[in-house]
């Protein structure tokens, strides 16, 4: 079994950063890609950002590209994703999520891990 922790969420006004973390422990990492995902209440979960746990492989969706940054530091099995220039529209619950391929998946189904999540609240 695997557990994910997120940490970082928060209040911030726009523009402004935020960085979330995922401290993943359980099992081993090498073989799994990381994924951050977020949700607005009464919508489905959309994709966020994804890595390969090896190799650094990474995938964004169009609304984050050159604003949001997804890392790994696999000595400390946690996943990072840097947030700059926020909008108020990036105001969701946000996931961690693991899932058993080497690939940076994009879709919630390729994923069997999901962390408890973490509140970002974007003011305007």
């Known amino acids: 079994q695997l557990q994910l922790v997120e940490s970082g969420g928060g209040l911030v006004q726009a523009g402004n950063s935020l960085r979330l973390s995922c401290a993943a422990s359980?099992?081993?990492?090498?073989?799994?890609?990381m994924g951050w995902f977020r949700q607005a209440p009464g919508k489905e979960r959309e994709f966020v950002a994804s890595?390969?746990?090896?190799?650094?492989?990474?995938r964004y969706a169009d609304s984050v590209k050159g604003r949001f940054t997804i890392s790994a530091d696999n000595a400390k099995n946690t996943v990072f994703l840097q947030m700059n220039s926020l909008k108020p529209e990036d105001t969701f619950v946000y996931y961690c999520?693991?899932?058993?391929?080497?690939?940076?998946?994009?879709?919630?189904?390729?994923?069997?891990?999901w962390g408890q999540g973490t509140q970002v609240t974007v003011s305007s």
């Open positions: 890595i390969a746990w090896s190799g650094g492989m990474t």
């Open positions: 999520a693991a899932a058993p391929t080497s690939w940076p998946e994009s879709t919630t189904r390729h994923y069997d891990y």
């Open positions: 359980g099992r081993t990492f090498s073989s799994y890609g």
